[in-house]
Nanobody, 119 residues
C-alpha cells in the first residue's frame, strides 16, 4: 500500500525554481509531521525541511531563504517550493512522515523524485 507519492522533479537551470509535491494518505497527513530529505550521489541523505501537523517549520541551513515547505489540508499534500536553485541542490528528493517533529526519524518514505540543476 503506497502511502506517499512524490511528483514535480526535473531539470532546471541554476537560479530557476521547481515545486515538488507529495500526496499522502489522509491518515498519515492528519497524524504525522511531514518532511523532505534529499540524497546526492555519493553523499548521505540530508534532511531539507520539516513541517509539523500544526504548521511549524524548520529548514536545513543550506536551503533557508530559498525553499519553503507547505501543507495543503484539502489535498493532503506537502509541497516543497524551491527557488534560486543551485547545482549543489541536485539530488533525489524524498517525501517522508514522522511522529516526532524534533528528532524527525521517518516512519514512512516516498519513492523519490530526481531534481537536476544544470545549465
Amino acid at each position: 500500500q503506497v502511502q506517499l507519492v512524490e511528483s514535480g522533479g526535473g531539470l532546471v537551470q541554476p537560479g530557476g525554481s521547481l515545486r515538488l509535491s507529495c500526496v499522502a494518505s489522509r491518515t498519515i497527513f492528519s497524524i504525522y509531521d511531514m518532511g523532505w530529505y534529499r540524497q546526492a550521489p555519493g553523499k548521505q541523505r540530508e534532511l531539507v525541511a520539516v513541517i509539523s501537523s500544526g504548521g511549524n517549520t524548520r529548514y536545513a541551513d543550506s536551503v533557508k531563504g530559498r525553499f519553503t515547505i507547505f501543507r495543503d489540508i484539502a489535498k493532503t499534500t506537502v509541497d516543497l517550493q524551491m527557488n534560486s536553485l543551485k547545482p549543489e541542490d541536485t539530488a533525489v528528493y524524498y517525501c517522508s512522515a514522522s511522529d516526532d517533529y524534533v528528532s524527525y526519524d521517518p516512519i514512512y518514505w516516498g519513492q523519490g523524485t530526481q531534481v537536476t540543476v544544470s545549465s
